[in-house]
């Protein structure tokens, strides 16, 4: 008779899920403070170590409240996506819970917290030789003439990327360079998914759009008061394919050190940008995710005993 191992007890991995400028990260905050809980990044720009001001990082002194994961462990040089993102937040939290300790993952990233709690394929690892032949053959043969070898030999995948997007007509063509499967046939087969022992519950944070709209214009004149302009000063010789250098608000910043804009118009255009970003997740946090608690309004201290007694209730009771 085969032997089966004892199964885990599951183990609650809160997520705090919102748009941005709704108030997701002080929520968070206020919520490990009291959980004893580690807070676990998943906004895609705040892995980069060279651009916390641009990105909206936590401070210093939130940081020193308590445990924070995942922020700034990256160079910007060092591409991170949603596949190493989940293999990091997995170490992150299962650390968490051996600690006792309860994981608040915290973003608003869609794509990172559907590879969470969905699971991803597991697609090759990049292989730097080859990103950098084939980042040579793109910038000798124009996008026009790569976009064509990879509709050759993955058509659903050319067809999906828009123009323009460098870093994912090379992730395309390297897949199939390292395994010889097209993208789009590694996509259609089983995710793995996230362990069984992990008990998800969501929190999502929708403030209405025109408070949303209105933090992201006040946002950035801060931003920029912070240091914005002398982030994007530093990082400003570095290949602009980069993920990281897509943050919003920096290519503004750039064309403003380019010189083809004056520094009110380029915060004029990061404003709408921001604007553009915040819309597309609210489209995406209202139709692409199962929430447990959805808070519709921007968070703040009138909202924190609602909260405490939703985790209490939900988050930290065992299943029967």
Known sequence: MTETSPQKPTQPVLIVAGVTASGKSALALDV?????????????????????????APTAA??????????????????????????????????????GKLPVVVGGTGLYIKALMSGMNDLPASDPAIRE?????????????FRAALAAIDPLAEKAIRQGDRQRLLRAMEVYRISGRALSDWRRTPAN??????????????????EVYAAC???????LEAGALEEARAVYAFDRNLPGMKAVGLPELFDHLDEDVDIQTAAILARQATRRYAKRQFTWLRHQINSNFVLETKYSERNRDEIINFIRQTVLTPLD
């Open 32 to 56: 490990a403070e009291a959980f004893d809980g580690i807070i676990i990044n998943a906004d895609s720009m705040q892995v980069y170590r060279e651009i916390p001001v641009i990105s909206a």
């Open 62 to 99: 939130d940081m020193a409240r308590v445990p924070h994961r995942l922020y700034g462990v990256l160079p910007i040089t060092d591409p991170c996506s949603a596949g190493r993102w989940r293999d990091m937040v997995a170490a992150e939290i299962e650390a968490a819970h051996a600690a």
């Open 133 to 145: 032949e084939l980042t040579g053959q793109l910038v000798m043969r124009g996008e026009e003439s």
């Open 193 to 210: 998914p996230p362990p069984s022992h992990w008990r998800f519950q969501v929190i999502t944070v929708l403030p209405p759009r025109d």
């Open 217 to 223: 214009e006040a946002r950035f004149d801060r931003m």
